[in-house]
């Protein structure tokens, strides 16, 4: 996770209007406010997929952590519970940069694999922008980190594949971009992929979904998609819009919360030392990432094949 979000884009695959961004816009979504840890929905068989900057490591302005803890809530309490369903679903999860799969998807991916089922990660960038440095030895370091991270996940050299793309500079119309992660999915047949939203403010972030949809048209492989949200949870016109176009499935976190932790804090130099520390990922944003759930939307793909 680097760089400053740019101001998100209003897409219509996203299916939903603006809000000004407070918390009665949030409870827009049709549920009440809550922390993060009502009992959701729950299903029994899978939800059918519906139709760089001063400071290159800070959240993005303004961030209000109580606000996004309400958010949360939001997403949990309208969420379907699809914990057993999902553990038993093999994936690709696409990270923009080195840390941003454990964020979204860390308990997921221990669940799966303590299920026996396969998980392969993909880094589309060398995460050379944060912290600041020798841009070589920056990506050195976020390599190892992300060595370091993923064993602790579970996963072996063989189950992450890094990209190599510059940090910063994800193009969903780059075709390298694009046939690099269609050939992920097509060589691993995927039920899910998983990977940052559209609306998610920071401009890699977006991109990597803009080419992952572009990929799996590509691809003519039916794997689900379903997006992570990160840096929405503290802007609440961007779930808002996210939920209003499906309901969200959950993971449970059981059983898995101090690992993934663990696996957060292997990557040390993207840590704030407090809420003050102007560079880093600041305490009261990681609590959004150590709760009861991880939470998923899912997203329909415009002419790709549909999911079995």
Known sequence: MASTPEPPAHD?????????????????CGVGVGDGGAAPR???????????????R???????PALAVVVAGIATEAGLDVTHESARRSCVVLAPHPDDETLGAGATIMRKIGAGTAVHVVVATDGSKAPPGDPVEVAALRRAELAEAGRILGLGPEDVTQLGFVDGTLDPGDDALVEAVAAVVAARRPAEVLVTGDSDPHADHAALFRATVRALGRAAWPARLLVYPLWQFGQPDLLRRMCRQSPPELVSTEGYRQRKRRAVAAYRSQLAVDDADEEGLRPSFLTLFDTPWEVFFPVSVPGAPAPG
């Open 42 to 56: 729950s299903v029994s068989a899978p939800v059918p997929p519906t139709s760089r900057s001063p400071s290159p």
């Open 58 to 64: 800070a959240a993005p302005e303004p961030f209000e």
């Open 12 to 28: 219509a695959q996203d299916g939903c209007h603006e809000a000004s961004g407070t918390a009665d816009d949030a409870r827009s």
